[in-house]
């Protein structure tokens, strides 16, 4: 199978690629990711998918278009919708694989996305399916989650730079804003409250049947 692996960075696919070889199938790697800012961040990340494709002999291909303002245009108004901006990611980033999987021949298309323990896995899975069935490619389905903490193994040993937080301008404020954090604490703690009382109202309720 010609399957086209479309990588977010290069630790992401540390573990993918490894499993993927195991498994008999050869991947192509294709950075595309209009998500990640600022430019220093983004390059950087370019450079050591590149680095990875290398040290693990992998054909590679890039998308070297820095597109912040493409993305803050799709972002911004996306931001008014309940998890809209992630929504919008996926789908960009998801789209540009499968269009550039059926584009270039490929049988099929996959992501180091499916990788990741923080990004939303059901969702991209859905948006990926849907794309599969627009281009007429097919969507290589797996779950790379297991193999999370032996794919940071490998990238420690290749010696890659790892990124600290997701990738677009507001990830990077909500990864290191104090007030942001502080408040996402509160926002999850009285999350944890309601949740608890919902429980013990229902095992109250339970009591009286
Ligand atoms: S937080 Fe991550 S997934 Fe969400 S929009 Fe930013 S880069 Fe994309």
Redesign the pocket.
């Known amino acids: 199978m010609k399957l086209l692996l479309h990588m977010c960075c290069g630790p992401c696919a540390c573990y993918p690629v490894k499993k993927l070889r195991a498994d008999g199938i050869e991947p192509v790697g294709y950075f595309f990711n209009p998500?990640?800012h600022p430019y220093t961040e983004w390059d950087r990340r370019l450079k050591t998918a590149k680095e990875f494709a290398e040290k693990v002999k992998m054909e590679f291909y890039a998308d070297e278009n820095y597109r912040l303002r493409d993305f803050l245009k799709k972002?911004l108004p996306a931001e008014a919708l309940p998890n809209g901006?992630?929504t919008?990611?996926?789908t960009w980033r998801l789209e540009e694989a499968a269009r550039f999987a059926a584009a270039n021949g490929f049988d099929a298309f996959t992501s180091t996305l499916f990788y990741s323990i923080y990004?939303q896995h059901d969702l991209m899975k859905r948006t990926a399916e849907k794309f599969a069935a627009q281009y007429g490619v097919q969507f290589y389905y797996e779950d790379f989650r297991p193999g999370w903490q032996e794919g940071i193994d490998i990238s420690h040993e290749l010696e890659l730079y790892r990124q600290p937080y997701?990738?677009?301008i507001?990830?990077e404020e909500e990864r290191y804003s104090k007030a942001i954090r502080k408040q996402r604490r509160k926002e999850n703690k009285a999350k944890k409250r309601a949740r608890l009382a919902a429980e013990a109202a229902a095992a109250k309720e339970a009591g009286h049947e």
């Open positions: 998500n990640i972002a901006r992630c919008m990611c996926y990004q997701c990738g677009c507001f990830s």
